[in-house]
C-alpha cells in the first residue's frame, strides 16, 4: 500500500484521521453550503439500519410517528422563556417569503416542541385524550459557528419524540424508558457502551425539568452526548395552554416530554470502532455484512469463481435463506483484489470472503473478519451457518471491546484537583468525582479544564465507594459526577 493511501493514525492526530476516514469512506461530503454535509449512500445505508431499529423499538412501546412543519412561527420560541434563551443564538429565520416581508419571521426548525405542543393543546379536552405518543423523523437547523461532519451541523438528521401525559410520575416513566430504549439500541446495535444519568441543571435542555442523557466515550477519551432524554414538566403545556379535564372535573395542565437522537450516532460509531486501517462497522448495523472477492487469472476462472460466488450470494441472500445475510460479489474489473481488500476493509464491511480456483478445489473459502483480520478457511457446505455465528461473534466481541476500553481509561479512585487537571490535559479519561451542586464549581472547573459533568450516574455505573468531597472546592458532596471533555 503506498504511504499516500494510508489514513492519518489515531495517535497521531484524531481528529484528521476522523475526518479523512469519514470522507474516504465515503460516509458524507462536505456542501457547497457552510457547515452542512452531503450523507452518501455508506453514509446513509447505516442511517437507515439505525431508523429502522429504533423505529420498531419506539412501536413496540406505543409511539406513532408523525409530521410537523419545517418552519416555526417565530412567537412560538418567545412563549417559554429559557427554550428561546437557549436556542435563540443558533436559529436560522425567514424574514421573505415569495418576494415579500412576512408578517412574522419564521424560524427554521431547530427542535419542535414549541409547534408540536401548540398541535397538542388543540388536540387535547380529556384525560381520555392522553397520553399521546408521537415521534417524528425530520432534518433540524442549528447555526453552528464549528461544524464537523456528523458531530455537528448545520443541518441534520433526527427523531425526535414527544409525548403528552396526565401526571407527573407518567412523564418521569416515560423519559426513563426511552432512557433507556436508547441504551439498548446503542449497547446492542452500535455496540457502544454508554453511560446513563441526570445532566447538572447547566446542562439540561432549555425548558426542562429534567434532562436524561447517554454519555460514551471516543477513542481520545473524550465524551459524547449520543442521546438525551427530557421530562419538560409543565413547561411548555403552561405556555401553549395544553390542558385537560381531569377524571374528577378539574382543569390541568399536560405533562410533556421529548426525547432524541440524531445522525450524530454515525459519528459516534466511527470514533468508537474505527481503527488506522479504516471503518469498522458493527454487523447489524452494515448495509453490507458479507462482501465475496472474486479471485482468478483467467477468463475460464473467471467464469467459474464468479458463478459461484454468485451461487454462494443467493443462497445466503435470497428466498428460503433463513436470517439473510446482506450479501455483495464485487465483481469490479480494474482493481486487482489486493486493491479490494484495502477497499472494502476502508468501508468497515464486517467480513469479506476470499474465493479463488484453489478454494473451489478444495470446496472451501477463506472469511476474514474485519474486527481482528483474522483468517479462517471455512466448508462451502457450512458457509451460512458459519458467516451467521462469526457475525454474531463479531457484534459481541466490538461491544465487549469498546466497554474495556471505556473501563480502562476510567478513573474512580479518589483524585486531586491538580492530578485531575493533569488528566484531562494529557490524555483524558471519564473520571467519577464528588461534586458540592455548586454551579461555581462547575464553571469553575470548565474554565480550568474544558471538561463538564456529563452526567450524574445512574446508581449501576456509580463507584462503589461513593465520593464525600468535592472534586474542587473539597466540600461536603451532593452527588457524585461523571466529569470529562466532550465534543
Known amino acids: ?96 417569503g415569495g418576494g415579500k416581508v412576512l408578517d412574522e419571521p419564521l424560524v427554521v426548525r431547530p427542535t419542535s416542541e414549541t409547534i408540536i405542543y401548540a398541535m397538542f393543546a388543540k388536540w387535547v379536552q380529556s384525560y381520555r385524550d392522553l397520553p399521546i405518543l408521537m415521534n417524528q423523523w425530520a432534518n433540524v437547523v442549528r447555526w453552528e459557528m464549528r461544524t464537523r461532519l456528523f458531530l455537528r451541523t448545520l443541518e441534520f438528521l433526527w427523531q425526535e419524540g414527544h409525548t403528552a401525559h396526565a401526571t407527573h410520575d407518567e412523564a418521569e416513566t416515560e423519559a426513563r424508558q426511552m432512557l433507556g430504549i436508547y441504551r439498548k439500541f446503542m449497547e446492542e446495535w452500535v455496540a457502544m457502551p454508554v453511560v446513563t444519568g441526570q445532566k447538572s441543571d447547566s446542562e439540561r435542555f432549555a425548558g426542562a425539568l429534567r434532562t436524561y442523557s447517554c454519555e460514551a466515550m471516543m477513542q481520545d477519551n473524550k465524551a459524547l452526548q449520543a442521546g438525551t432524554s427530557h421530562n419538560l414538566g409543565q413547561n411548555f403545556a403552561k405556555a401553549f395552554d395544553l390542558t385537560f379535564q381531569t377524571e374528577s372535573g378539574e382543569t ?46 483467467t477468463d475460464a476462472e473467471r467464469a467459474r469463481v464468479i458463478e459461484v460466488a454468485q451461487g454462494v450470494r443467493a443462497a445466503l441472500s435470497g428466498p428460503g435463506s433463513g436470517v439473510p445475510i446482506r450479501t455483495h460479489v464485487d465483481v469490479r474489473e480494474h482493481l486487482k483484489p489486493g486493491a479490494k481488500y484495502y477497499d472494502w476493509e476502508l468501508r468497515g464491511v464486517p467480513i469479506r470472503m476470499e474465493l479463488g480456483p484453489r478454494d473451489l478445489d478444495r470446496e472451501q473459502a477463506v472469511i476474514v473478519r474485519r474486527d481482528t483480520r483474522e483468517k479462517q478457511p471455512v466448508p ?15 457484534q459481541g466481541d466490538m461491544f465487549a471491546a469498546a466497554r474495556e476500553r471505556r473501563e480502562a481509561h476510567s478513573v474512580r479512585e479518589p483524585v486531586t484537583y491538580d492530578r485531575f487537571r493533569e488528566i484531562m490535559e494529557g490524555e483524558g479519561a471519564f473520571v467519577y468525582a464528588g461534586w458540592c451542586g455548586g454551579a461555581e464549581c462547575e464553571a469553575q472547573v470548565k474554565t480550568d479544564t474544558k471538561a463538564t459533568i456529563r452526567v450524574l450516574p445512574d446508581p449501576e455505573f456509580r463507584s462503589p465507594e461513593a465520593p464525600t468531597r468535592c472534586l474542587r472546592c473539597d466540600q461536603p458532596v451532593k452527588s457524585e459526577a461523571l466529569w470529562a471533555r466532550a465534543y
Open 1 to 96: 500500500m503506498a504511504d499516500d493511501r494510508k489514513l492519518p493514525t489515531r495517535a497521531d492526530d484524531f481528529s484528521a484521521w476522523y475526518n479523512e476516514l469519514v470522507l474516504r469512506a465515503e460516509l458524507a461530503d462536505y456542501s457547497p453550503v457552510r457547515g452542512c454535509m452531503v450523507i452518501r449512500p455508506p453514509g446513509y445505508g447505516i442511517w437507515e439500519r439505525m431508523q429502522r431499529a429504533l423505529d420498531d423499538m419506539f412501536k413496540e412501546t406505543g409511539h406513532q410517528n408523525a409530521y410537523f412543519p419545517l418552519f416555526i412561527p417565530e412567537s412560538f420560541l418567545r412563549k417559554e422563556a429559557q427554550h428561546v434563551e437557549g436556542f435563540a443564538p443558533e436559529t436560522a429565520v425567514v424574514t421573505i
Open 252 to 297: 390541568a395542565h399536560a405533562w410533556n416530554t421529548s426525547w432524541g437522537v440524531s445522525t450524530r450516532l454515525i459519528g459516534g460509531l466511527v470514533m468508537t470502532h474505527g481503527d488506522d486501517v479504516g471503518l469498522r462497522v458493527p454487523p447489524r448495523l452494515a448495509p453490507i455484512e458479507l462482501v465475496i472477492v472474486p479471485i482468478y487469472k
Open 380 to 394: 462451502l457446505a457450512t458457509i451460512g451457518e458459519a458467516v451467521r455465528g462469526l457475525l454474531t461473534r463479531i
